[in-house]
């Protein structure tokens, strides 16, 4: 079975400030990672996958996130934010190949202050 | 732009009744699920369906839930006998399901308020 954390709940920053969201799994096979964001009143949008090869992956709205198999990590980032970045981010995996489903983290609110 | 949608987006029922989710996928997708997120909770995996029939479901996905496909656009999720803790926003997804990997795109969700 799978599982994600995500570290912080809620995470504030200042506008034009870079942030780092947080998110650990675990899992015994190999799996597929994601960032979803939800903006209020909104279903979920995929930001980034990492499915395979490079480690770095980039996404919508300048997001990026590193795949890291040692330490099960797949931390969001962005260097610089807006106040239109506020939102809920949830970190998701599922089991690689085939077409399962998302198993979802707790998810963490980004509130971007000006 | 293609869009999975839901309806209604806010549901209130007294415990006990039935209720009907209703989300229409996007026209060419394969794979439907649904999704529920208790209010301040993880979004769950409740079920998944291919081919006219269920392909996975989880330990939430009792006998009083059951889901459908009427005809060739709806997909509906059935609460048979509402109690409390159904409260929740419900999320349908859908995908290509063609070819290599393809994303899930979500709906808007209903909210429903069991009282």
């Known amino acids: 079975a799978q599982s994600v954390t995500q570290l912080d709940s809620q995470v504030p920053v200042f506008e034009e400030a870079p942030v780092e969201l947080r998110c650990n799994y675990s899992?015994?096979?190999?799996?597929?990672l994601f960032w979803y964001v939800q903006y209020p009143n909104q279903g979920l949008q995929l930001l980034l996958k990492?499915?395979?090869?490079?480690?770095l992956v980039k996404g919508i709205n300048g997001f990026e996130a590193e795949f890291n198999k040692s330490q099960t990590s797949f931390h969001l980032r962005k260097p610089s934010v807006h106040i239109s970045d506020t939102a809920e981010y949830f970190c998701?995996?599922?089991?690689?190949?085939?077409?399962?489903?998302?198993?979802f983290g707790a998810g963490t609110r980004l509130a971007v202050h000006p | 732009e293609p869009e999975v949608t839901q309806t209604p987006s806010h549901q209130v029922t007294q415990m006990g009744q039935e209720v009907i989710l209703r989300c229409v996928p996007i026209?060419?997708?394969?794979?439907f699920y649904w999704y529920r997120q208790i209010l301040g909770q993880k979004v769950e995996f409740l079920v998944s369906?291919?081919?006219?029939?269920?392909?996975?479901k989880s330990e939430i996905f009792d006998d009083q839930f059951s889901v459908e496909r009427p005809d060739g656009s709806n997909f509906t999720l059935k609460i048979r006998s509402t109690k409390l803790e159904d409260s929740a926003m419900y999320f349908c997804?859908?995908?290509?399901?063609?070819?290599?990997?393809?994303?899930?795109?979500f709906g808007p969700g209903t909210r429903l308020t069991v009282l």
């Open positions: 369906f291919y081919n006219n029939e269920i392909s996975e």
């Open positions: 899992s015994s096979v190999s799996v597929y």
């Open positions: 990492y499915l395979s090869g490079s480690t």
């Open positions: 998701a995996v599922s089991r690689a190949g085939g077409y399962n489903k998302l198993i």
């Open positions: 997804a859908s995908r290509e399901g063609r070819g290599s990997y393809n994303e899930q795109f």
């Open positions: 026209s060419n997708h394969l794979y």
